[in-house]
Nanobody, 116 residues
Framework: QVQLVESGGGLVQAGGSLRLSCAVS????????MEWSRQAPGNEREWVAQ???????NYADGLRGRFTISRDNAKNTLYLQINSLKPEDTAIYYCNEIDGGGKTYWGQGTQVTVSS
């Protein structure tokens, strides 16, 4: 029932910026816990950022300065702004929502590739 669709990825040069989007349907996203994670080839999925409600945010160590998570409740959309992209940011980026019962719903991911 809950569907998450990521978009906004692509191929960019190091130092560039991207704004990823996650369209949410089938849930009350304004009250949910939403997150971004990423997975690079050969690596396990890595948690990136979290937003609780509309203003409480948490970030993985080392990413707070370049990554910004936000949400537009009116549009049921989650965003991840990434600045000063580095080659090590190359990964598939996934959004997810954790509902009131603790169940996690995942999107299909969007590919971010950063060239040096």
């Amino acid at each position: 029932q809950v569907q998450l669709v990521e978009s906004g990825g692509g191929l960019v040069q190091a130092g560039g910026s991207l704004r990823l989007s996650c369209a949410v349907s089938g849930s009350i996203s304004s009250f949910g816990v939403m997150e971004w994670s990423r997975q690079a080839p050969g690596n396990e999925r890595e948690w990136v950022a979290q937003i609780i409600g509309g203003d409480t945010t948490n970030y993985a160590d080392g990413l707070r300065g370049r990554f910004t998570i936000s949400r537009d409740n009116a549009k049921n959309t989650l965003y991840l702004q990434i600045n000063s992209l580095k080659p090590e940011d190359t990964a598939i980026y996934y959004c997810n929502e954790i509902d009131g019962g603790g169940k996690t719903y995942w999107g299909q991911g969007t590919q971010v590739t950063v060239s040096s």
